[in-house]
């Protein structure tokens, strides 16, 4: 089993910027590839980015490309999410999951864990 606890949402203006954390426990935390989740309120929940469990490649939408930044530290069992340059339409609730030797897949079905999720909300 892993557990994942994100932080770091709130409210903030456009333009401006947050970091969200994910910490993870249970299970070898290196061994798994890291993704950030969106759902917006009447949305499906969608690919935000990914980190590879082995040589950490970076996967992203095309909608966060040059805004976003995922990142890891094996160390702490700890994966970011550097948010930029945030957009109104940036507003949902961030979920953190994990695929055990994923490929980065932007597919939520193929994530075994998740955590409840932080909410984001981007004022215009």
């Known amino acids: 089993q892993v557990q994942l606890v994100e932080s770091g949402g709130g409210l903030v203006q456009a333009g401006g910027s947050l970091r969200l954390s994910c910490a993870a426990s249970?299970?070898?935390?290196?061994?798994?590839?890291m993704g950030w989740f969106r759902q917006a309120p009447g949305k499906e929940r969608e690919f935000v980015a990914a980190i590879k469990w082995s040589g950490g490649t970076r996967y992203s939408a095309d909608s966060v490309k040059g805004r976003f930044t995922i990142s890891r530290d094996n160390a702490k069992s700890t994966v970011y999410l550097q948010m930029n340059s945030l957009k109104p339409e940036d507003t949902a609730v961030y979920y953190c999951s994990a695929h055990l030797h994923g490929s980065g897949s932007p597919l939520a079905a193929h994530y075994e864990y998740w955590g409840q999720g932080t909410q984001v909300t981007v004022s215009s």
């Open positions: 249970g299970r070898t935390f290196s061994s798994y590839t």
